[in-house]
Every structure is written in C-alpha cells, then in structure tokens.
C-alpha cells in the first residue's frame, strides 16, 4: 500500500469542522475530519476513475479554542426558485444578506480553531470505473504530485467551512515533520464522512455530449432489432446520461482516537458506524 500512498501538509488562520449533532451554533472537533481532509485532496485533484481513502491524519499544530460570532443566511435558494426566477424573472426575489430586521441574516456564535497545520496522509485508489476503462493508477498519482508541486487546485482548499481557506502543500516524507505533543485521548464519535467509501468506489460521471449522440444511436439500433410488434412500448428503456450509480449522502461516524498525535481513519482500519441502518463496517 505505500506505494500508492499520498502526503500533504495543510494550514489555516482559522477550522471549523463542524459537530452535526449541534444544530444551531457551529462547533468544532478538535482537530480536522477524515471527509474534511478529503475535501481537501479532491480540491487539488480528483477524477471519477479514482478515489481516496484517508490512511492517518497528523496533528502539527492543534491550534488555539476561539469564539466569535458572525451573520449566516437563513434562507436557502431551491432549484424551484430558481427555475421559477428563469421562466419569470419579475418574481425575482433576492436574499437580503446585510444588516437590519427585514433580512435574511442571523448572528450565530462559532467555536473553531485558530492557527491549526495538519499532514494528512491518502491512499490512492482505482474505482471500478476506472478499472473498467483500462485506466492505471500511476498516472493519477503523477497527476496529484505534480499539481501539488506546483499549487495548482480546481478551487481553493477549505478547513471545514468556505470562509477558512487553506493553504497545502506537497510533503516526499511526513515523517520528518515534527508534530505537536499529544500523547493518547479518547476524541469519541466523529463524523467519518457522508458518502459511503465503498460505494464511491463505483465510480460516477456525466456523460458528454458526443457520448450521448453515440448511446442514442446504440439505443436506436436496438430498437429496431426488436420486432415489430414489441418496439411501441417495449424499447429498452431511457438513456442513462451518467455512467456509475449516484451515491445517497449519508452521515457515517466511527470512535476517533489520537495517539502521538495521530489518528488513524483507514476504512480498513477502523470501524465505520451508519446511525440508520446500524451496519458497522
């Protein structure tokens, strides 16, 4: 496996990796999420023929309790609005997001971290779709060194929330960094991620225009091969425009644990938790 392992060193002014079970006022972990520092990767690089698994993350600096509070939107904009607001662009209605009483705002408090540097360590691996097209794992791992190197990203980096960017940068051996003193704590449940690792590992994307003119085509001569009698009504069914099946968003937590400032988050490793079905993985 340390063959196709990744490094990368990441820092920030300011984290909030927010706690779900409090709903109102955001709070932070003490230290960054396994589905955070994925983020993070897939920021810098991702593709659908692959996927990540975070190995371990590594505490450089913990980084100091603040508290402080700040405006958030209430109101969500919904496809609906928003196809409503295209047909009629009268009923247009904006989010008031500044001060005064007929806005849309409302002044939370937010206990995050200050000043926090973490090292986080991935595993690279080929999803089934990426098996199937003949892909080869080398090349992605080439592909995520080089812009690493270089800082290049799809969009920045964040340390849990939008407003915390993050800066990164590529590391050939974590283990010469030294990391912060802390010995072995006890952190509970932490939220794992959102998306099933395993079914990631299926693989999804859109198809393109010129892929769907060529299903369309396949679809059309199949029609035909049927008879007469059986193509009004009994095609083959509709044209799918996505390849891979949709994963269901879902909030999976597991026991974190540090030790020598170091938390292992490997599904392999560790036990992955799904509070509605109660299935331990």
């Not at 709903?23 to 692959?50: C, D, H, N």
């Not at 969500?76 to 849309?104: C, H, L, Y």
């Not at 190197?149 to 920045?156: I, L, V, Y």
């Not at 590391?171 to 509970?188: C, H, M, N, Q």
Request: a positive charge; aromatic letters at 10%; glycine letters at 6%.
């Amino acid at each position: 496996m340390s063959e196709n392992l990744v490094s990368i060193r990441v820092w920030g002014d300011f984290a909030c990796f927010t706690r779900p079970e409090i709903k109102v006022e955001r709070v932070s972990y003490p230290l960054m999420t396994p589905s955070a520092a994925r983020g993070v990767l897939e920021a810098i690089f991702w593709e659908p023929q692959m996927l990540y698994l975070i190995d371990c993350i590594r505490v450089v600096r913990r980084g100091r309790w603040v508290s402080f509070r700040r405006n958030e939107v209430k109101s969500v904009v919904n496809t609906d609005k928003a196809r409503k607001w295209m047909t009629s662009p009268d009923t247009f209605e904006p989010i008031q997001a500044g001060a005064g009483e007929d806005t849309d705002c409302a002044q939370r408090n937010m206990l995050a971290l200050e000043d926090v540097e973490y090292v986080i360590r991935a595993e690279v691996r080929l999803s089934e779709l990426g098996r199937r097209t003949g892909q080869v794992l080398p090349k992605y791992l080439d592909e995520f060194e080089r812009r690493a190197k270089q800082g290049k990203c799809f969009h920045r980096p964040v340390l849990g929330v939008r407003e915390f960017a993050a800066s990164f940068e590529w590391i050939d051996d974590a283990t010469r960094i030294r990391l912060v003193e802390w010995p072995k704590e006890e952190l509970g449940l932490m939220l794992y991620d959102v998306f099933d690792p395993c079914q990631r590992a299926q693989g999804f994307r859109w198809l393109s225009d010129q892929e769907m003119e060529r299903s369309q085509a396949a679809h059309a001569a199949n029609t035909e091969r049927l008879p007469k009698g059986r193509r009004r009504g009994g095609s083959p069914g509709p044209i799918p425009r996505h390849e891979g099946r949709p994963v269901k968003a879902q909030a999976a937590f597991f026991h974190a644990r540090i030790k020598d400032a170091h938390m292992d988050c490997h599904p392999d490793r560790v036990q992955i938790i799904w509070p509605k079905s109660r299935e331990v993985f």
